[in-house]
């Protein structure tokens, strides 16, 4: 009996070894791939916002320019003509060195609206919707804005201006200088990078005034102006470091915040499937080799053990750290592979925490465990069973129709968000009662796995599915 007892400890030992070691071998991998993406995502970037920054530059530069300063002093005195003969060299000027397809200068003296051929109208932001961005712009604080604007008649003219604000010395607002890109030579050099490395490449705006979360800059023009990556930016915190995030099993993505346009940059791409189908191999031996390890010690542990039965701690169908019934609980009162024995309840829930793992290593895990389960208890207290199934999971019963339990878990949802500092993804079906129990259980977890996908933060019954 030792023998066997020893012989099977080594193998165990054995396969805990080799698995730490797989384990440290793709823990290096993901830390080698993830500075390779973090370089990747770094050159796009610098290439892509080059020409960006350099028009913010002259905004801010022409905004600050003396000789645009002492033009608007005299401007009044000035007719239409005049104006035009004195302004027109130093637009087109510009225009002509780099290669901008605008530049512009708005004056709130005259209202009048100069562009490197002349004056292209007199504005009237009071009274006119087409120019009601420029009194937004006036009356608020910003220093600067970027705008997308689509030409539905030619989508080649499609241009991204940078507007700049102009004031005196005493803060008086003087006007605003613009200068426009062709969106079609941005998108050519994003190509370019997709094509090269694979990747999916998106400027995603942060300004909360109008355009947050919306793609300013995609390779895709339909995109421009519409798309939302809010549900991908909106986990990062404005930092200077870049950011790798799992989106799924088989994406990622890498964001990095750009604090002088208050943009977010985004790059997503595929898991390489080399390293995926190497992963389930030595992951399948490891787990092959614990198996029977384990075996060999389970069955050389039970012809040791004393046959009679010790008597099972009471609290043993109880978690020890939300005191909820656990697992072994709901195994004892219906058994996974059984069918449920009772009418009373109507409809299950699957749910669990978002990114509980990163949100684990960097605070308390076991508080937020608790605070989640407060919200839950808030909540679906006297209207079903609440379990933990395991870990971040947990199952709930309800005596509730679906439509009822579906606005008790958005309601849930909303809890958590607004109370605590994660969020949680509910998945809900209907209790079929002519299925076992884990098949039932399986129809919820598929369903909160669908959220998680989508980002997490929400619920999804089977209906929608």
Not at 173 to 200: C, D, P, R, W
Not at 270 to 293: D, F, M, R
Not at 340 to 362: G, L, P
Request: proline letters at 1%.
């Amino acid at each position: 009996m030792k023998k066997n007892f020893i012989t099977s400890f080594i193998v165990l030992l054995v396969a805990v070894m080799f698995v730490t070691a797989v384990s440290s071998y793709f823990i290096s991998k993901d830390s080698d791939d993830k500075k390779k993406y973090f370089h990747i995502a770094d050159e796009i970037e610098e290439n892509v916002l080059r020409k960006i920054r350099t028009s913010y530059r002259f905004c801010q530069y022409m905004a600050e320019d003396e000789f645009l300063r002492n033009f608007i002093r005299k401007e009044n005195e000035l007719s239409v003509e005049e104006a035009v003969e004195n302004l027109q060299p130093y637009l087109a000027n510009f225009m002509e060195i780099y290669s901008f397809s605008t530049v512009d200068f708005l004056s709130e003296k005259t209202h009048r609206y100069y562009k490197e051929t002349g004056v292209h109208k007199i504005f009237n932001p009071d009274g006119d919707n087409r120019d009601l961005w420029y009194r937004r712009f006036r009356d608020d604080s910003v220093q600067y804005t970027l705008a997308f604007y689509l030409d539905r008649k030619d989508e080649s003219k499609s241009q991204l201006f940078i507007n700049y604000r102009m004031t005196d010395s005493d803060g008086t607002f003087l006007g605003v200088t613009s200068i426009g890109l062709f969106v079609n030579e941005l998108q050519e050099v994003i190509k370019a990078y997709e094509k090269k490395y694979n990747v999916k490449v998106s400027l995603v705006s942060n300004d909360s005034m109008n355009y947050k979360g919306i793609v300013m800059l995609d390779s895709q023009l339909e995109n421009c102006g519409v798309a939302s990556l809010k549900w991908l930016t909106q986990t990062n915190s404005p930092t200077d470091e870049f950011r790798y995030l799992r989106i799924s099993n088989t994406e990622f993505a890498v964001t990095h915040y750009v604090k002088d346009l208050n943009w977010y940059f985004v790059m997503q791409s595929k898991i390489t499937n080399p390293i995926t189908l190497e992963l389930v191999i030595l992951l399948s031996i490891s787990s092959l080799i614990i198996l029977i390890a384990g075996l060999i010690l389970y069955r050389t542990y039970e012809k040791e053990r004393n046959t009679s039965l010790v008597s099972v701690d009471n609290k043993s169908d109880t978690d020890f750290l939300t005191g909820l019934p656990n697992r072994n609980f709901f195994k004892e009162t219906y058994g996974e592979r059984g069918v449920f024995n009772t009418t009373r309840y109507q409809c299950m829930a699957v749910f669990d925490i978002d990114f509980f793992k990163e949100a684990n290593d960097s605070m308390n895990g076991d508080g937020i465990l608790l605070s989640v389960v407060d919200c839950a208890k808030d909540e679906l207290s006297g209207r079903g069973l609440l379990l933990r199934w395991g870990g971040d999971e947990f199952l709930v019963l309800m005596e509730l129709s679906i439509e009822s339990a579906y606005a008790v878990c958005r309601e849930f949802c909303r809890k958590v968000e607004n109370t605590t500092s994660v969020t949680v993804s509910v998945g809900l079906v209907k209790v079929r009662l002519q299925d076992t129990v884990k098949q039932n259980y399986y129809r919820a977890a598929r369903c909160c796995y669908q959220v998680k996908e989508m980002g997490g933060n929400g619920v999804k019954k089977e209906s929608d599915i």
